[in-house]
């Protein structure tokens, strides 16, 4: 089983940044690959971006160019910077870990944009 952990939302207003963290309860390299979703209130749940465990990213359309993930392996730590945030980017972000082809969410952290 993996466990993990998001933190680093709040409130921000259009234009600004934030960071995310996403901590693991075991070694990120034996895990399959990390990924950031998230729902904003009436929506579905969307994936935002992926890394795998090999390093290689993934991202959605909509916040290419606007969002990094990254990952600390000796902190078995996986980021998402989000730059030039909308209002539309108001959501809750969770953090999902695939590990021997379960999937672990978190609990997710709130991202409010303001205009």
């Known amino acids: 089983q993996v466990q993990v952990v998001e933190s680093g939302g709040g409130l921000v207003q259009a234009g600004g940044s934030l960071g995310l963290s996403c901590v693991a309860s075991?070694?990120?390299?034996?895990?399959?690959?990390m990924a950031w979703y998230r729902q904003a209130p009436g929506k579905q749940r969307e994936l935002v971006a992926t890394i795998t465990s090999a390093g290689s990213t993934n991202y959605a359309d909509f916040v290419k160019g606007r969002f990094t993930i990254s990952r600390d392996n000796a902190k078995n730590t996986v980021f998402l910077l989000l730059n030039s945030l909308k209002p539309e980017d108001t959501a809750v972000y969770y953090c999902r870990a695939t590990y021997i082809t379960r999937y672990y969410w978190g609990q997710g952290t709130q991202v409010t944009v303001s205009s």
């Open positions: 075991r070694s990120i390299f034996s895990i399959d690959s």
